[in-house]
């Protein structure tokens, strides 16, 4: 028998080093590398694997594959991130922030499922079944019949599914708490996560059960354990939001069976995780008076138009003092260019002024359509010159001070008049039916209407 050899496992990435070493040479991670016991591979006993094994059958692209059933959580927001409802078979992994809601939201939804008929089966490596059954008591659903259980062993786990009819569902809370009797090492090592989720997954596949993984982050949010992770599942999602606003979103990052463009809208209540099917509602300011500073921009999440609220505010400064810039919700070095595109192409300076931009309710905008909302919002914090409550504001800046046209302008626009805008500022040549437009082809444009020249 080949003699074991000890390797260095890097908790970080997951990389093999065949000595111990203070930072990782892959991912340059200090104190990762953990020993492990390392069994002969299949390579090492037998190198010709050319022969000896069964034969496969090839088919081609051309045969007929019926579309998968999906089992529907009665969690609208839910299904509609996750492409329509769980597909039996399928392997999910839920990652988000501590106390952001992960467990709440899956015991909600485990309750829908078994609510409906189907078998769900909720494991808990974090809690005792007693504060898993609180948990439902808080939340009103200690009459759901879904059956619970706190244990850590993945064979212990398959065992008891393996001696009964299958459940439709099957949540795992978390994958880092896992263990594998097979391999060394303690739960929540790169190994054990890697030889746990696979078992599961396997047990998914041959089965029918709808697996969904609950997965820690580290402190710069990323997905703890081993990268792999995230390949070895059919779809990634994430739970957005801080934790002391109320909305939370439910993003999908990966998936292989539907899109990663839409979003579910969650807020955070004292009978747990509500709906929140007008998302607008949450992050729009309704005031009887025209606030300056202040613009509305109609973002995008997949299909579905979201209205947030844009803030700025400019303080003037004694003169040598050095101005701060600051933004949340947005873009630093985006803050800085329009800032530069206003001063050079529109004369608007802000050298004396502090600058601070928030976009209201703690969204955070990443599309560039919002560069015209956000130049409107200056201006209109720096002139004092309240921006019209009934108008909304769309459109991409270029550095030559062209206002270019944003991506679905029609659907952005038609949310807007359907929540009682009347007037829309866009870029050239934009066509809308229902509802005012004023269009510039420049940012100069914008500026003197914001300033009424």
Known sequence: MAKLKARYVCQACGSVQPRWQGQCPDCAEWNTLVQESAAPTVFSQKHDLQ?????????????????????????????????????????????????????????????????????????SGEEAVDQVRLRALRLGLGAAPVRLASVTSVRDILTTLQAESPPALLVIDSVQTMHSDLIEGAPGTVSQVRASTQELIRFAKERGTALILVGHVTKDGSIAGPRVLEHMVDAVLGFEGERSHQYRILRAVKNRFGGTDEIGVFAMEGAGLAEVPNPSALFLTRRDDPVSGTAIFPALEGTRPVLVEIQALTVRLASGATPRRSAVGWDSSRLAMLLAVLEARCGVSFATAEVYLNVAGGYKLQDPAADLAVAAALVSALSERPVPAEAVVLGEVALSGEVRPAAHTALRLKEAAKLGFEQAWVPGGVEASGIQVARFGQLRGLVEKVMGR
Do not use: H
Not at 58 to 66: F, Q, R, S, T
Not at 67 to 72: G, M, N
Not at 81 to 97: E, F, I, Q, T
């Open 51 to 123: 022969s000896g094994g069964r034969a496969i059958e090839l088919v081609g692209l051309d045969a007929e594959v019926a579309l998968p059933v999906r089992i529907s959580t009665g969690i609208a927001e839910f299904d509609r991130a996750v492409g329509g409802g769980l597909v039996p078979g399928s392997a999910m992994l839920l990652a988000g922030d501590p106390g952001i809601g992960k467990s709440t939201l899956l015991l909600q939804v485990a309750a829908a499922v078994a609510a409906a008929g189907k078998g769900a089966v909720y494991v």
